[in-house]
């Protein structure tokens, strides 16, 4: 029971389909949880062609949460021929632009329903806290939901006083179309989020879509598909891939099909997938990359409030979060205090389980990356920074890192130039007064994500906004990111925003029509 009659019923307000498929069923968390492990193509839950399946691990305890079907190329090209049978030929290409967005808003409904499920699910396999999880990883998702569902009927093109061809008369307008079959790719800090971001700007703007979710955290990606039949999102309008970036990631990227590519990840595959989809078919791309976000602290800024925000900075998410401050720059009259301040903070992180309430310090997402980072920490020692506070692994099951803290960051270091995307605080120091340099040091880098300052001089902060090369900034604030307000990188962070309305552009493509009358 799809499309028009869904819609039908959602105006009656009656219930919508239910799916049957092969499920994991657990008991944890004080409820019931309930999701697919399956491939999710044309509406269906399936095997993958080949059978083979892979493992995804809780990072709380290392235990095994359930085996996942892994998409092989053959299942790609399954997906990306339903998604272009529903965007040529399906319920979707025929509904109007308000009623998907009805369908939209209902998927929305149906997350906030299952909030503390899907927060549940996010949690155990990508070891998030679960506050936080329900908060921002499903909050804010479904937010976005509600957001794009929004746009749906307010896409619209503009008419053109064009030159006219006398004697007769010319009269030109466009029409803002949807590019077609997309095809997401998505990295696993923010899973249901990074789905979201991407896919909502992507419906509302009429195309269909694949996703493959990160190998190491699929599971919400799922519950979203089971949620998403319930909403009454026709067939082959959402398809799932769970696998492999090298395998599914790199038959979507160069699908010749696949009209378009969103891609959150890192700058090194940014760089393969833009290739990719340059020598296939010269789709469309959006590429949201890594950083190593500048955080400025000035002497006249509310320095209570500084340290705070300044650990919430790198901290959040357990430093999985592409926006985290990479790099903080402390002007010398308060280094010291700034540091002091912030390891006596740092020391009070509440780390341990991830589903407990008190907790606010979870496990890195899997085991490769807790190796880098402690890799990360043990080179900062060796180049001679100072290293405060943490570094170490802790000792009991899971992939807990102690947040770190290393002051005495020189600009030539490994840990002065590189991301290292998890609970590793970086400070420098910069002399009394010194804007200018300031600027040039966090400037002096190929990223361009984010970035940040405190201070009360509001003509130091509008010049620093001036002159920073970031998609971001954030004034006297860090990590305020918002649905309506545009994200994304500048230099080798990438190009394309997610969010706000500019997120639809990366969706749309503009037809210019032209009549003589
Ligand atoms: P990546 O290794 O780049 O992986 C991202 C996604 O790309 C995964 O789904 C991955 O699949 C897939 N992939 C890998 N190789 C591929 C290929 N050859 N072709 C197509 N797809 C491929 O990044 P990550 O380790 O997951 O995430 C960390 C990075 O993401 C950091 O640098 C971080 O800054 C960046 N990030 C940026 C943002 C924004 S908004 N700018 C947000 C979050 C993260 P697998 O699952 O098999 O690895």
């Known amino acids: 029971e799809f499309g028009l009659a869904v819609i039908l019923k959602l105006r009656g307000g009656s219930a919508p389909a239910e799916i049957k498929y092969r499920a994991i069923e657990l008991e944890t968390n004080n409820m019931k949880i309930k999701f697919p492990c399956q491939l999710f193509i044309d509406g269906q839950f399936v095997d993958s062609e080949g059978g083979k399946t892979f493992e995804t691990i809780n990072p709380a305890d290392e235990s095994v949460i359930c085996t996942v079907q892994y998409a092989s190329i053959k299942d790609v090209d399954k997906a990306v021929k339903a998604a272009k049978k529903a965007f040529e030929k399906g319920e979707w290409s025929k509904i109007s632009a308000r009623e998907r967005g009805q369908l939209l808003f209902k998927l929305a409904d149906l997350m906030y329903q299952h909030r503390e499920e899907l927060a549940t699910i996010e949690s ?39 030159n006219h061809a006398r004697p007769n008369r010319n009269f030109s307008f466009t029409r803002r179309e949807p590019v077609g079959v997309c095809g997401l790719i ?162 009070k992180i509440a780390i341990g389980d991830p589903l407990n309430r008190s907790t606010s310090h979870g496990p890195q997402n899997h085991l490769a990356h807790l190796k880098k980072l402690l890799q990360y920490v043990e080179i900062g020692v060796k180049e001679g920074a100072k290293l405060e506070h943490g570094g170490k692994r802790l000792n009991r099951p899971g992939y807990f890192l102690e947040p770190t803290i290393f002051s005495g960051v020189e600009d030539h270091m490994y840990i002065a130039k590189e991301e290292s995307f998890g609970p590793i605080m970086v400070i420098s120091k910069f002399d009394d007064g010194d804007l200018d340099g300031v600027l040039r040091r966090s400037n002096a880098t190929e990223f361009g994500l984010a970035s940040g300052v405190f201070t009360r001089d509001l003509s130091k902060a509008m010049k620093f906004a001036e002159r920073i ?49």
């Open 124 to 162: 155990i396999d990508s070891g998030a806290v679960y506050t936080l999880a329900l908060k921002t990883h499903v909050g804010m998702s479904i937010e976005t939901w509600r957001y794009f569902a929004g746009w749906c009927d307010k896409i619209q093109g503009s008419t053109i006083p064009i």
């Open 186 to 347: 998505t990295p696993w800090n923010y899973p249901l989020m990074m789905l979201s971001w991407k896919m909502a700007a992507c419906l509302a703007a009429g195309n269909t879509v694949i996703i493959k979710p990160a190998q190491v955290c699929p599971l919400t990606a799922l519950k979203f598909a089971e949620l998403s039949v319930k909403a009454g999102i026709p067939p082959g309008v959402i398809n799932v891939l769970p696998g492999s970036g090298t395998v599914a990631g790199s038959a979507l990227s160069s699908h010749p099909d696949v009209r378009k590519l969103g891609f959150t990840g890192s700058t090194d595959i940014g760089k393969v997938i833009m290739k990719s989809c340059a020598e296939s078919n010269l789709k469309k791309v959006s590429l949201e990359l890594g950083g190593k976000s500048p955080l400025v602290i000035f002497n006249d800024c509310d320095l209570e409030k500084a340290v705070r925000i300044g650990m919430q900075s790198v901290f959040f998410n357990k430093g999985e979060n592409c926006i985290a401050a990479g790099r903080l720059f402390v002007e010398e009259s308060v280094y010291d205090e700034f540091v002091k301040r912030v390891v006596l903070e740092t020391r």
């Open 469 to 517: 090369e970031a998609g971001t900034v954030f004034i006297n604030t860090y990590n305020k990111t918002d649905v309506a307000a545009p994200f994304g990188g500048f230099k080798q962070s990438g190009f394309g925003k997610d969010l706000g309305q500019e997120a639809l552009n990366e969706y749309l493509k503009t037809k210019t029509v032209t009549i003589e009358y």
